[in-house]
């Protein structure tokens, strides 16, 4: 079945380290989103992919880094400048054809700083 | 300004009632799309239903149906015959279709439903 894997889904740091959040998807969707959700909010965007080896920020990019080496790939890193890390963390993905795409979401990821 | 506004924290619903979770946009695109999604406990986002700009009916899908008013941009979500599993928080979200900035996404805060026996 096609959809989106979220690594790990639950993770705790300790403060000063930076950790990477996996994302894969098989459906075969040119565009992956990073989104970050704090208790009772809604989403916010941290980085954008569109196609390979090209990604833009978001609304919350400060402390955030991405990579898009292969389509089928979208790793969020959550460095140590990032002061307020602790969050649950979505990743998403769609077709890039307008008027007809939707957001896939992963099961996502819970980080907690120790 | 807000994209997506819903007003409405929490809203508390008995078993087999219909209930409308309230949604309004913000946008100047001429092409867009609205959706919802429902958040369980678990934090899985699942698509519930989509309506475009363009769409002449109401979407439905099942139990849910969107209820669209584009002269109001508004894009209310009902949910008939409520059931326990009902219980989640409910997004609205909107997608502009910008030829300059490709598709964007907005989310709203969300609505927390529960469903009463």
């Known amino acids: 079945d096609g959809g989106i894997t979220q690594s790990p889904k639950y993770l705790f740091r300790k403060e000063g380290q930076n950790v990477t959040l996996s994302c894969e998807q098989n459906?075969?969707?040119?565009?992956m989103y990073w989104y970050r959700q704090d208790p009772g909010q809604g989403l916010r965007l941290i980085y954008y992919s569109q196609i390979v080896n090209d990604f833009q920020k978001g609304d919350i990019a400060e402390g955030y880094s991405v990579s898009r080496e292969k389509k089928e790939s979208f790793p969020l890193t959550v460095t140590s400048a990032q002061k307020n890390p602790t969050a649950f963390y979505l990743c998403?993905?769609?077709?890039?054809?307008?008027?007809?795409?939707?957001?896939?979401f992963g099961a996502g990821s819970r980080l907690t700083v120790l | 300004a807000q994209k997506i506004t819903q007003t409405q924290p929490g809203m508390f619903v008995q078993e087999k009632e219909a209930v409308t979770l309230d949604c309004t946009y913000d946008?100047?695109?001429?092409?867009?799309?609205l959706f919802w999604y429902k958040q369980p406990s678990s934090g899985e986002m699942i698509f519930l239903i989509y309506q475009g700009s363009y769409d002449q009916q109401n979407a439905t899908e099942g139990r849910y149906s969107l209820n669209f008013q584009k002269a109001r941009k508004s894009a209310n979500l009902v949910i008939s015959a409520s059931q326990l599993g009902d219980s989640a928080m409910y997004f609205c979200a909107m997608r502009e279709d910008n030829t300059y900035t490709g598709n964007q996404f907005y989310f709203g805060t969300g609505t927390s439903l529960t469903v009463i026996p």
């Open positions: 459906l075969n969707h040119d565009a």
């Open positions: 946008t100047s695109d001429p092409s867009y799309g």
């Open positions: 998403a993905s769609s077709i890039t054809v307008p008027e007809a795409n939707v957001l896939t």
